[in-house]
């Protein structure tokens, strides 16, 4: 059984939030994802995710489930290509998603971008590999649930929790700003929503440019 606790805010520059999250503890299922920066309808890409899985029915099978979920972000990349061979503009649709599903003491992430699944056992470890670069001082994506674009490259991740207790999936707009020191701190706490205190106060005191979205679990 698990228990999570969530923070969704758009930062102190931009006006939109175009992140979005999925948090189901009953079935052990969590998102985040982030809404390309800068492109029209990041917003409707994000949601567009999170609002599938309010339609998934899960099985008592991992393997099956695992395909699901699969099956279900799929869908979304073709719902976007849809939508842009639909249209007479070139404007990009896309969003990164971090995905976490745990059956039993087995887990399964799955990733596409820079959105990151991080977990704490004495020590943080983040299970997920960004899917940027460096391209003219900025980092940029290299890949994303997005149109148009004929390529669907899903990254997956799949481990025992043992005796995990402590996940947190977050978009870019939080480990930018704050340290995996700070990260490993809160992580360690007991009491989860002491853990989302810290993470909020941490990260309002930044100049948090991007929009921020985390979701922390915990094994009770």
């Not at 971090?98 to 799955?110: D, K």
Request: proline content about 1%.
């Amino acid at each position: 059984m698990f228990e999570s606790v969530y923070f969704t805010h758009p930062g102190h520059v931009r006006r939109v939030n175009e992140d979005s999250f999925y948090s189901d503890d009953e079935n052990s299922l969590w998102i985040v994802c982030d809404g390309m920066g800068g492109h029209k309808d990041g917003s409707f890409a994000s949601h567009l995710i999170t609002d599938l899985f309010e339609d998934i029915t899960l099985t008592s099978s991992f393997i099956n489930n695992v395909e699901l979920i699969q099956n279900q972000l799929l869908k979304a990349h073709q719902l976007l290509q849809k939508r842009t061979n639909n249209t007479s503009t070139k404007t990009i649709i896309g969003t990164t998603v971090v995905l976490l599903y745990i059956y039993e003491n087995r887990a399964v992430c799955f990733h596409c971008g820079d959105s990151r699944c991080y977990s704490y056992k004495n020590t943080l470890k983040c299970h997920t590999k960004d899917h940027s670069k460096i391209y003219k001082g900025k980092r940029v994506l290299t890949s994303a649930i997005s149109a148009p674009s004929k390529s669907f490259i899903l990254e997956k991740s799949s481990f025992y929790i043992d005796e995990i207790n402590r996940f947190l999936l977050c978009s870019d707009g939080l480990y930018d700003y704050i340290s995996e020191e700070i990260i490993s701190y809160l992580m360690k706490q007991k009491d989860i929503q002491k853990s989302m205190d810290i993470l909020i106060s941490n990260i309002l005191k930044t100049p948090a440019e991007d929009n921020i979205t985390a979701i922390l679990i915990n094994r009770i």
